[in-house]
Protein backbone atom coordinates (compact mmCIF):
# COMPACT_ATOMS: atom_id res chain seq x y z
CA UNK A 1 0.00 0.00 0.00
CA UNK A 2 1.47 3.28 -0.84
CA UNK A 3 0.80 5.51 2.17
CA UNK A 4 -0.98 9.07 1.16
CA UNK A 5 -1.98 12.30 2.64
CA UNK A 6 -3.51 15.34 1.66
CA UNK A 7 -0.45 16.82 -0.81
CA UNK A 8 2.06 14.24 0.52
CA UNK A 9 3.02 10.88 -0.25
CA UNK A 10 5.50 8.14 0.52
CA UNK A 11 6.88 5.70 -1.97
CA UNK A 12 10.05 3.29 -2.58
CA UNK A 13 12.22 2.59 -5.21
CA UNK A 14 15.65 1.51 -5.64
CA UNK A 15 17.38 4.87 -6.46
CA UNK A 16 16.43 8.32 -6.98
CA UNK A 17 18.30 10.61 -9.47
CA UNK A 18 18.47 14.68 -9.04
CA UNK A 19 18.77 15.71 -12.49
CA UNK A 20 17.43 14.41 -15.50
CA UNK A 21 19.87 15.87 -17.99
CA UNK A 22 21.81 13.29 -20.12
CA UNK A 23 23.80 11.87 -17.11
CA UNK A 24 20.61 11.54 -15.34
CA UNK A 25 18.68 9.70 -18.21
CA UNK A 26 21.48 7.48 -19.47
CA UNK A 27 21.95 6.48 -15.48
CA UNK A 28 18.30 6.05 -15.17
CA UNK A 29 18.01 3.73 -18.30
CA UNK A 30 20.86 1.68 -17.59
CA UNK A 31 19.06 1.01 -14.40
CA UNK A 32 15.78 0.53 -15.23
CA UNK A 33 17.05 -2.14 -18.21
CA UNK A 34 18.87 -4.42 -15.45
CA UNK A 35 15.58 -4.28 -13.64
CA UNK A 36 15.69 -1.44 -10.73
CA UNK A 37 13.23 0.64 -9.84
CA UNK A 38 14.18 4.36 -10.81
CA UNK A 39 12.82 7.92 -9.66
CA UNK A 40 13.55 10.95 -11.62
CA UNK A 41 13.76 14.11 -9.89
CA UNK A 42 14.27 17.12 -12.61
CA UNK A 43 13.72 20.96 -11.04
CA UNK A 44 13.24 22.45 -14.62
CA UNK A 45 9.78 22.06 -16.69
CA UNK A 46 11.08 19.48 -18.98
CA UNK A 47 13.84 16.52 -18.89
CA UNK A 48 16.43 16.75 -21.09
CA UNK A 49 19.23 18.81 -19.33
CA UNK A 50 21.15 21.45 -21.73
CA UNK A 51 21.96 19.37 -24.16
CA UNK A 52 17.89 18.89 -25.74
CA UNK A 53 19.08 22.88 -25.94
CA UNK A 54 22.19 22.30 -28.14
CA UNK A 55 22.52 22.96 -31.81
CA UNK A 56 25.00 20.04 -32.93
CA UNK A 57 27.89 18.60 -31.16
CA UNK A 58 31.44 18.36 -31.85
CA UNK A 59 33.46 16.64 -33.15
CA UNK A 60 30.68 14.63 -35.25
CA UNK A 61 28.66 17.78 -35.78
CA UNK A 62 25.29 15.19 -35.06
CA UNK A 63 22.40 16.91 -34.34
CA UNK A 64 22.20 17.12 -30.62
CA UNK A 65 18.13 16.80 -30.33
CA UNK A 66 18.20 13.96 -32.56
CA UNK A 67 20.82 12.21 -29.72
CA UNK A 68 19.08 13.62 -26.59
CA UNK A 69 14.87 12.75 -27.47
CA UNK A 70 15.43 9.00 -28.07
CA UNK A 71 16.09 8.79 -24.72
CA UNK A 72 14.06 11.60 -23.11
CA UNK A 73 11.15 9.54 -25.22
CA UNK A 74 12.25 5.88 -23.77
CA UNK A 75 12.92 7.35 -20.06
CA UNK A 76 9.44 8.95 -20.36
CA UNK A 77 7.87 5.38 -21.58
CA UNK A 78 9.87 3.00 -19.69
CA UNK A 79 7.99 0.77 -16.68
CA UNK A 80 11.37 0.96 -14.42
CA UNK A 81 11.49 4.92 -14.68
CA UNK A 82 9.25 7.49 -12.46
CA UNK A 83 9.73 10.96 -13.62
CA UNK A 84 8.73 13.98 -11.75
CA UNK A 85 9.25 17.63 -13.57
CA UNK A 86 9.35 20.97 -11.55
CA UNK A 87 10.47 19.50 -8.72
CA UNK A 88 13.67 19.81 -5.83
CA UNK A 89 15.01 17.96 -2.83
CA UNK A 90 14.27 19.37 0.11
CA UNK A 91 15.72 16.85 2.78
CA UNK A 92 17.86 13.92 2.64
CA UNK A 93 17.78 11.34 5.93
CA UNK A 94 19.66 8.06 6.26
CA UNK A 95 18.35 5.62 8.52
CA UNK A 96 19.67 3.12 10.83
CA UNK A 97 18.80 0.44 8.16
CA UNK A 98 20.66 2.14 5.15
CA UNK A 99 17.89 3.65 3.45
CA UNK A 100 17.89 6.95 2.30
CA UNK A 101 14.62 8.48 2.87
CA UNK A 102 14.47 11.76 0.21
CA UNK A 103 11.76 14.34 0.77
CA UNK A 104 10.91 15.98 -2.44
CA UNK A 105 8.41 18.89 -3.66
CA UNK A 106 6.31 19.47 -6.79
CA UNK A 107 5.90 23.13 -7.37
CA UNK A 108 2.38 23.37 -8.85
CA UNK A 109 2.74 24.30 -12.70
CA UNK A 110 -1.41 25.37 -12.59
CA UNK A 111 -2.08 22.88 -15.53
CA UNK A 112 -4.17 19.62 -14.81
CA UNK A 113 -1.24 17.53 -16.20
CA UNK A 114 -3.61 14.52 -17.57
CA UNK A 115 -6.03 17.11 -18.89
CA UNK A 116 -3.74 18.81 -20.77
CA UNK A 117 -3.22 18.06 -24.79
CA UNK A 118 -0.55 20.59 -25.37
CA UNK A 119 -2.42 22.39 -27.83
CA UNK A 120 -0.89 25.86 -26.65
CA UNK A 121 -4.66 27.77 -27.17
CA UNK A 122 -3.75 29.20 -23.47
CA UNK A 123 -0.80 30.51 -25.24
CA UNK A 124 -2.44 32.33 -27.80
CA UNK A 125 -4.61 33.36 -25.60
CA UNK A 126 -2.53 34.95 -22.63
CA UNK A 127 -1.24 38.64 -22.94
CA UNK A 128 1.91 39.01 -21.15
CA UNK A 129 5.12 38.19 -22.92
CA UNK A 130 7.97 38.10 -20.76
CA UNK A 131 11.88 36.88 -21.55
CA UNK A 132 11.81 33.20 -22.35
CA UNK A 133 14.64 31.18 -20.68
CA UNK A 134 14.61 28.69 -22.78
CA UNK A 135 15.71 30.78 -25.82
CA UNK A 136 18.08 32.53 -23.20
CA UNK A 137 16.54 35.55 -23.23
CA UNK A 138 16.45 36.58 -27.11
CA UNK A 139 12.89 36.45 -27.56
CA UNK A 140 9.88 36.84 -25.56
CA UNK A 141 7.16 33.79 -23.98
CA UNK A 142 3.72 34.45 -23.46
CA UNK A 143 3.06 33.31 -19.21
CA UNK A 144 1.06 30.62 -20.18
CA UNK A 145 3.30 28.71 -22.00
CA UNK A 146 4.77 25.18 -23.53
CA UNK A 147 8.07 25.20 -21.97
CA UNK A 148 10.11 24.52 -25.86
CA UNK A 149 8.58 22.62 -28.70
CA UNK A 150 10.20 19.69 -27.86
CA UNK A 151 9.88 19.05 -24.06
CA UNK A 152 9.08 16.31 -22.22
CA UNK A 153 6.36 16.47 -20.64
CA UNK A 154 4.75 18.15 -23.44
CA UNK A 155 2.73 20.19 -21.04
CA UNK A 156 1.66 24.01 -20.59
CA UNK A 157 2.43 25.72 -17.49
CA UNK A 158 1.48 29.27 -16.13
CA UNK A 159 4.14 31.25 -15.03
CA UNK A 160 2.59 32.49 -11.73
CA UNK A 161 5.09 35.28 -10.59
CA UNK A 162 4.17 36.94 -14.06
CA UNK A 163 0.64 36.13 -14.18
CA UNK A 164 -2.18 38.83 -14.36
CA UNK A 165 -5.11 36.89 -13.55
CA UNK A 166 -7.27 37.99 -16.26
CA UNK A 167 -8.40 34.14 -17.30
CA UNK A 168 -8.09 34.59 -20.98
CA UNK A 169 -6.23 31.02 -20.80
CA UNK A 170 -8.83 29.32 -18.92
CA UNK A 171 -11.33 30.71 -21.27
CA UNK A 172 -9.45 29.25 -24.23
CA UNK A 173 -8.34 25.99 -23.04
CA UNK A 174 -10.87 23.34 -24.18
CA UNK A 175 -10.16 20.66 -21.68
CA UNK A 176 -10.19 22.81 -18.88
CA UNK A 177 -6.36 21.88 -17.59
CA UNK A 178 -5.87 25.34 -15.98
CA UNK A 179 -6.14 24.94 -12.09
CA UNK A 180 -5.58 28.19 -10.53
CA UNK A 181 -5.86 25.62 -6.95
CA UNK A 182 -2.96 23.73 -7.40
CA UNK A 183 -0.59 23.60 -4.73
CA UNK A 184 2.82 22.52 -3.99
CA UNK A 185 3.35 18.62 -3.40
CA UNK A 186 4.98 16.61 -1.27
CA UNK A 187 6.81 13.30 -1.81
CA UNK A 188 9.09 10.95 0.54
CA UNK A 189 11.04 8.35 -1.36
CA UNK A 190 12.82 5.73 0.77
CA UNK A 191 15.71 4.79 -1.32
CA UNK A 192 18.86 2.82 -1.79
CA UNK A 193 21.12 5.03 -3.44
CA UNK A 194 20.53 8.30 -5.01
CA UNK A 195 22.62 9.42 -7.77
CA UNK A 196 23.27 13.45 -7.87
CA UNK A 197 23.27 14.14 -11.79
CA UNK A 198 22.48 17.99 -11.17
CA UNK A 199 25.08 19.15 -13.96
CA UNK A 200 26.71 22.99 -13.92
CA UNK A 201 25.55 26.34 -14.41
CA UNK A 202 26.97 28.87 -16.87
CA UNK A 203 29.20 31.43 -15.60
CA UNK A 204 27.54 35.03 -15.93
CA UNK A 205 29.11 37.39 -18.57
CA UNK A 206 27.52 40.56 -16.32
CA UNK A 207 30.68 39.71 -14.03
CA UNK A 208 32.89 40.97 -16.69
CA UNK A 209 33.34 44.60 -16.77
CA UNK A 210 36.11 45.18 -18.76
CA UNK A 211 33.84 42.70 -21.33
CA UNK A 212 31.04 45.43 -21.02
CA UNK A 213 29.47 43.19 -18.18
CA UNK A 214 26.31 42.45 -19.96
CA UNK A 215 25.25 46.02 -21.55
CA UNK A 216 26.57 45.70 -24.70
CA UNK A 217 23.82 43.89 -27.26
CA UNK A 218 25.59 42.43 -29.74
CA UNK A 219 27.91 40.45 -26.94
CA UNK A 220 26.47 37.27 -26.75
CA UNK A 221 27.00 34.24 -25.06
CA UNK A 222 27.63 31.07 -26.44
CA UNK A 223 24.56 29.52 -25.08
CA UNK A 224 22.67 32.30 -26.84
CA UNK A 225 24.89 31.98 -29.91
CA UNK A 226 23.86 27.98 -29.66
CA UNK A 227 20.00 28.67 -29.64
CA UNK A 228 20.76 30.72 -32.92
CA UNK A 229 22.09 28.19 -34.32
CA UNK A 230 19.35 24.59 -33.80
CA UNK A 231 16.50 24.09 -36.24
CA UNK A 232 14.19 25.76 -33.46
CA UNK A 233 16.03 28.73 -33.38
CA UNK A 234 14.47 31.79 -32.55
CA UNK A 235 15.40 34.00 -36.00
CA UNK A 236 15.53 32.14 -38.85
CA UNK A 237 18.98 33.12 -39.32
CA UNK A 238 21.84 34.05 -37.23
CA UNK A 239 21.36 37.90 -36.33
CA UNK A 240 23.16 40.66 -33.63
CA UNK A 241 20.15 41.00 -31.18
CA UNK A 242 20.90 44.98 -30.84
CA UNK A 243 19.82 45.83 -34.45
CA UNK A 244 18.70 42.26 -36.40
CA UNK A 245 21.22 42.61 -38.57
CA UNK A 246 23.08 40.12 -39.91
CA UNK A 247 26.62 39.80 -38.93
CA UNK A 248 29.75 40.23 -40.93
CA UNK A 249 32.76 40.12 -38.68
CA UNK A 250 32.05 37.71 -35.60
CA UNK A 251 34.58 37.17 -32.98
CA UNK A 252 34.58 34.85 -29.99
CA UNK A 253 36.30 35.29 -27.16
CA UNK A 254 37.65 32.30 -25.46
CA UNK A 255 38.04 31.56 -21.37
CA UNK A 256 35.68 34.33 -20.55
CA UNK A 257 35.00 33.32 -16.92
CA UNK A 258 37.31 30.30 -17.12
CA UNK A 259 41.11 30.48 -15.67
CA UNK A 260 40.63 33.51 -14.44
CA UNK A 261 41.02 34.00 -10.89
CA UNK A 262 40.07 37.41 -10.75
CA UNK A 263 36.54 36.47 -11.47
CA UNK A 264 36.64 33.60 -9.10
CA UNK A 265 36.91 30.64 -11.76
CA UNK A 266 40.65 29.55 -11.61
CA UNK A 267 39.86 26.52 -13.96
CA UNK A 268 39.43 25.03 -17.20
CA UNK A 269 36.10 24.58 -17.98
CA UNK A 270 37.27 21.98 -20.79
CA UNK A 271 33.91 22.65 -23.31
CA UNK A 272 34.56 25.75 -24.21
CA UNK A 273 37.22 25.44 -26.57
CA UNK A 274 35.51 22.76 -28.38
CA UNK A 275 31.92 24.78 -28.57
CA UNK A 276 33.63 27.26 -30.20
CA UNK A 277 35.39 25.91 -32.72
CA UNK A 278 31.94 24.09 -33.72
CA UNK A 279 29.90 27.04 -33.67
CA UNK A 280 32.77 28.97 -35.65
CA UNK A 281 32.03 26.20 -38.41
CA UNK A 282 28.06 26.43 -38.07
CA UNK A 283 28.11 30.03 -38.43
CA UNK A 284 30.05 29.68 -41.88
CA UNK A 285 27.32 27.32 -42.59
CA UNK A 286 24.78 29.48 -42.09
CA UNK A 287 26.51 32.44 -42.91
CA UNK A 288 29.13 31.99 -46.29
CA UNK A 289 30.12 35.26 -46.20
CA UNK A 290 30.94 35.94 -42.93
CA UNK A 291 34.76 36.15 -40.86
CA UNK A 292 34.96 34.24 -37.86
CA UNK A 293 37.81 34.92 -35.71
CA UNK A 294 38.26 33.15 -32.69
CA UNK A 295 41.00 35.17 -29.83
CA UNK A 296 42.75 32.29 -27.56
CA UNK A 297 44.90 31.43 -24.96
CA UNK A 298 46.07 27.61 -25.80
CA UNK A 299 43.31 25.36 -27.36
CA UNK A 300 42.48 22.34 -25.48
CA UNK A 301 41.46 20.09 -28.32
CA UNK A 302 42.60 17.06 -25.85
CA UNK A 303 39.61 14.19 -27.04
CA UNK A 304 39.26 11.55 -30.21
CA UNK A 305 38.79 13.37 -32.96
CA UNK A 306 38.99 17.38 -31.76
CA UNK A 307 41.95 18.13 -33.08
CA UNK A 308 41.41 17.07 -36.58
CA UNK A 309 38.19 19.32 -35.88
CA UNK A 310 40.17 22.03 -34.79
CA UNK A 311 42.29 21.14 -38.34
CA UNK A 312 38.83 21.55 -39.95
CA UNK A 313 37.61 24.72 -39.07
CA UNK A 314 41.18 26.56 -39.77
CA UNK A 315 40.73 24.99 -43.07
CA UNK A 316 37.31 26.49 -43.54
CA UNK A 317 38.76 29.46 -42.82
CA UNK A 318 38.20 30.32 -39.49
CA UNK A 319 41.24 32.72 -37.96
CA UNK A 320 42.76 31.91 -34.61
CA UNK A 321 44.52 34.95 -32.64
CA UNK A 322 46.31 33.64 -29.70
CA UNK A 323 45.60 36.54 -27.61
CA UNK A 324 44.06 37.82 -24.46
CA UNK A 325 41.33 40.31 -24.82
CA UNK A 326 42.12 42.93 -22.39
CA UNK A 327 38.69 45.30 -23.27
CA UNK A 328 35.80 45.59 -25.16
CA UNK A 329 33.91 48.94 -25.79
CA UNK A 330 30.95 49.52 -27.52
CA UNK A 331 31.10 51.80 -30.88
CA UNK A 332 27.68 54.46 -31.82
CA UNK A 333 26.07 52.42 -34.75
CA UNK A 334 26.37 48.92 -32.37
CA UNK A 335 29.91 47.54 -33.07
CA UNK A 336 32.78 46.29 -30.88
CA UNK A 337 36.74 47.38 -30.65
CA UNK A 338 38.73 44.65 -29.04
CA UNK A 339 41.67 45.39 -27.54
CA UNK A 340 44.23 42.56 -27.26
CA UNK A 341 47.50 41.53 -26.76
CA UNK A 342 48.54 39.57 -30.02
CA UNK A 343 51.14 37.35 -28.27
CA UNK A 344 52.97 36.28 -31.61
CA UNK A 345 54.23 39.79 -32.08
CA UNK A 346 54.23 40.76 -28.50
CA UNK A 347 52.03 44.20 -29.72
CA UNK A 348 48.86 45.34 -28.26
CA UNK A 349 46.37 45.68 -31.34
CA UNK A 350 43.18 46.63 -31.37
CA UNK A 351 40.32 44.49 -34.35
CA UNK A 352 36.35 45.74 -35.21
CA UNK A 353 33.99 43.22 -35.01
CA UNK A 354 30.30 43.45 -35.40
CA UNK A 355 29.01 40.53 -33.30
CA UNK A 356 31.61 39.30 -30.02
CA UNK A 357 30.53 36.16 -28.46
CA UNK A 358 31.67 34.80 -25.24
CA UNK A 359 32.78 31.56 -24.76
CA UNK A 360 31.63 31.48 -20.98
CA UNK A 361 32.69 28.92 -18.34
CA UNK A 362 30.70 26.53 -16.54
CA UNK A 363 30.30 26.42 -12.58
CA UNK A 364 29.29 24.16 -10.13
CA UNK A 365 25.42 23.69 -9.81
CA UNK A 366 25.60 24.80 -5.73
CA UNK A 367 21.66 23.97 -5.61
CA UNK A 368 23.24 20.83 -3.86
CA UNK A 369 24.45 23.11 -0.57
CA UNK A 370 20.95 24.03 -0.13
CA UNK A 371 19.34 20.45 0.54
CA UNK A 372 18.87 19.86 4.54
CA UNK A 373 20.48 16.93 5.77
CA UNK A 374 23.35 16.89 2.94
CA UNK A 375 25.68 19.60 5.00
CA UNK A 376 28.40 16.49 5.55
CA UNK A 377 28.49 16.04 1.29
CA UNK A 378 31.81 16.73 0.70
CA UNK A 379 32.61 19.35 -2.21
CA UNK A 380 35.98 20.13 -3.73
CA UNK A 381 37.72 23.58 -3.48
CA UNK A 382 35.36 24.43 -6.77
CA UNK A 383 32.04 23.54 -5.61
CA UNK A 384 32.22 20.51 -7.53
CA UNK A 385 30.77 17.06 -5.69
CA UNK A 386 34.10 15.53 -4.20
CA UNK A 387 34.97 12.38 -5.17
CA UNK A 388 36.03 10.17 -2.42
CA UNK A 389 38.69 8.25 -4.65
CA UNK A 390 39.60 10.78 -7.58
CA UNK A 391 41.70 8.16 -9.16
CA UNK A 392 39.87 4.64 -8.24
CA UNK A 393 36.75 5.17 -6.99
CA UNK A 394 35.70 8.60 -8.89
CA UNK A 395 32.01 8.21 -8.71
CA UNK A 396 31.35 7.27 -4.93
CA UNK A 397 30.87 10.74 -2.72
CA UNK A 398 31.71 10.40 0.86
CA UNK A 399 28.62 9.69 2.19
CA UNK A 400 27.01 6.50 1.90
CA UNK A 401 24.55 5.01 -1.21
CA UNK A 402 24.96 8.56 -2.74
CA UNK A 403 26.86 8.78 -6.00
CA UNK A 404 27.55 11.45 -8.62
CA UNK A 405 27.55 11.12 -12.69
CA UNK A 406 28.00 14.16 -15.14
CA UNK A 407 29.22 17.44 -14.98
CA UNK A 408 28.13 17.39 -10.94
CA UNK A 409 31.31 16.07 -9.83
CA UNK A 410 33.40 18.49 -12.60
CA UNK A 411 33.32 20.14 -16.25
CA UNK A 412 33.29 17.31 -18.90
CA UNK A 413 31.57 16.87 -22.20
CA UNK A 414 28.71 14.99 -23.35
CA UNK A 415 30.46 11.62 -24.37
CA UNK A 416 32.34 12.14 -20.59
CA UNK A 417 28.86 12.30 -19.31
CA UNK A 418 27.15 9.58 -20.65
CA UNK A 419 30.46 7.48 -19.74
CA UNK A 420 30.27 8.61 -16.08
CA UNK A 421 26.66 7.45 -16.17
CA UNK A 422 27.51 3.67 -17.43
CA UNK A 423 30.12 3.61 -15.00
CA UNK A 424 27.89 4.83 -11.65
CA UNK A 425 25.19 2.46 -12.80
CA UNK A 426 27.20 -0.70 -13.12
CA UNK A 427 28.28 0.42 -9.26
CA UNK A 428 25.05 1.16 -8.18
CA UNK A 429 23.28 -1.71 -9.48
CA UNK A 430 25.61 -3.83 -7.55
CA UNK A 431 24.86 -1.75 -4.46
CA UNK A 432 21.00 -1.97 -4.65
CA UNK A 433 20.83 -5.46 -5.04
CA UNK A 434 17.06 -6.54 -3.59
CA UNK A 435 16.30 -3.54 -2.35
CA UNK A 436 12.90 -3.12 -3.30
CA UNK A 437 11.82 -6.31 -2.31
CA UNK A 438 13.26 -6.27 1.00
CA UNK A 439 11.57 -3.00 2.06
CA UNK A 440 8.11 -3.96 0.72
CA UNK A 441 8.44 -7.42 2.95
CA UNK A 442 9.32 -5.12 5.63
CA UNK A 443 7.38 -1.86 5.36
CA UNK A 444 4.06 -2.94 3.62
CA UNK A 445 4.68 0.31 1.13
CA UNK A 446 4.21 -0.79 -2.53
CA UNK A 447 6.84 0.73 -4.77
CA UNK A 448 5.35 3.32 -7.35
CA UNK A 449 4.87 1.03 -10.49
CA UNK A 450 2.61 -1.45 -8.83
C1 LIG B 1 27.22 26.54 -25.09
C2 LIG B 1 27.49 25.08 -24.82
C3 LIG B 1 27.73 24.22 -25.88
C4 LIG B 1 28.04 22.87 -25.64
N1 LIG B 1 28.30 22.07 -26.71
C5 LIG B 1 28.68 20.78 -26.49
C6 LIG B 1 29.00 19.91 -27.59
O1 LIG B 1 28.91 20.30 -28.77
N2 LIG B 1 29.45 18.64 -27.31
C7 LIG B 1 29.58 18.19 -26.02
O2 LIG B 1 30.01 17.06 -25.83
N3 LIG B 1 29.25 18.98 -24.96
C8 LIG B 1 28.79 20.26 -25.17
N4 LIG B 1 28.45 21.04 -24.09
C9 LIG B 1 28.53 20.46 -22.73
C10 LIG B 1 27.22 19.70 -22.38
O3 LIG B 1 26.15 20.62 -22.32
C11 LIG B 1 27.43 18.99 -21.03
O4 LIG B 1 28.54 18.12 -21.11
C12 LIG B 1 26.20 18.14 -20.64
O5 LIG B 1 25.01 18.90 -20.76
C13 LIG B 1 26.37 17.63 -19.20
O6 LIG B 1 25.23 16.89 -18.86
P1 LIG B 1 24.75 16.75 -17.33
O7 LIG B 1 23.62 15.80 -17.35
O8 LIG B 1 25.92 16.47 -16.47
O9 LIG B 1 24.25 18.21 -16.89
P2 LIG B 1 23.03 19.13 -17.37
O10 LIG B 1 22.85 19.10 -18.84
O11 LIG B 1 23.29 20.46 -16.73
O12 LIG B 1 21.74 18.47 -16.69
C14 LIG B 1 21.51 18.59 -15.31
C15 LIG B 1 20.02 18.50 -15.03
O13 LIG B 1 19.79 18.56 -13.62
C16 LIG B 1 18.72 19.46 -13.35
N5 LIG B 1 18.92 20.00 -12.00
C17 LIG B 1 19.80 20.94 -11.60
N6 LIG B 1 19.70 21.15 -10.27
C18 LIG B 1 18.72 20.32 -9.82
C19 LIG B 1 18.13 20.10 -8.56
N7 LIG B 1 18.54 20.76 -7.48
N8 LIG B 1 17.14 19.20 -8.46
C20 LIG B 1 16.70 18.52 -9.56
N9 LIG B 1 17.22 18.70 -10.80
C21 LIG B 1 18.21 19.59 -10.92
C22 LIG B 1 18.85 20.51 -14.45
O14 LIG B 1 17.63 21.21 -14.62
C23 LIG B 1 19.22 19.65 -15.65
O15 LIG B 1 18.08 19.13 -16.31
C24 LIG B 1 28.10 22.39 -24.31
C25 LIG B 1 27.83 23.24 -23.24
C26 LIG B 1 27.53 24.57 -23.47
C27 LIG B 1 27.26 25.49 -22.32
S1 LIG C 1 -3.54 24.10 -20.76
FE1 LIG C 1 -5.32 23.81 -22.13
S2 LIG C 1 -5.08 25.34 -23.76
FE2 LIG C 1 -3.09 25.14 -22.70
S3 LIG C 1 -1.97 23.61 -23.90
FE3 LIG C 1 -3.00 22.51 -22.25
S4 LIG C 1 -4.97 21.86 -23.13
FE4 LIG C 1 -4.16 23.43 -24.50
S1 LIG D 1 -4.52 34.34 -16.42
FE1 LIG D 1 -2.29 34.62 -16.50
S2 LIG D 1 -1.52 32.95 -17.76
FE2 LIG D 1 -3.75 33.06 -18.08
S3 LIG D 1 -3.98 34.40 -19.89
FE3 LIG D 1 -4.09 35.76 -18.13
S4 LIG D 1 -1.96 36.44 -17.79
FE4 LIG D 1 -1.86 34.67 -19.16
Not at 153 to 180: H, M, Q, S, T, Y
Not at 190 to 207: E, R
Not at 315 to 344: C, H, P, Q, T
Not at 429 to 446: A, M, P, Q
Amino acid sequence: MEQNMKNSSVKVADTLILGGGIAGLEAALNLANTGHQVVIVEKDLSIGGRMIHLSKVFPTLDCSACITTPKVSEASRHPGIHIQVNTGAKKLAFDAKGHWHVHVQTEPRFVNESLCTGCQDCERACPVVVKDEYQYNLVGRKVAYIPFSIASPRIAAIDIENCILCGACEKACVPGAIDFSQEPVQTEWIVKSVIIASGFTLFDPDQIERYGGGKFKNVVTAMQMERQLVPTRPFNTVLRPGDGKIPDKVAYVLCAGSRDGTVGNPICSQICCMYSIKQAQLILGALPMADVTVYYLHIRSFGKGFDEFYQQAKKMDVSFIKGKIGKISELENGDLMLRYEDIASGKIKEAKHDMVVLSVGILANRDIEKISGLENLELDPFHYLKQRQEMSNPFKTNLPGIFMAGTASGPMDIPDSILSAGAVSAMVTKYNKGFVESIINSLTISSWNE
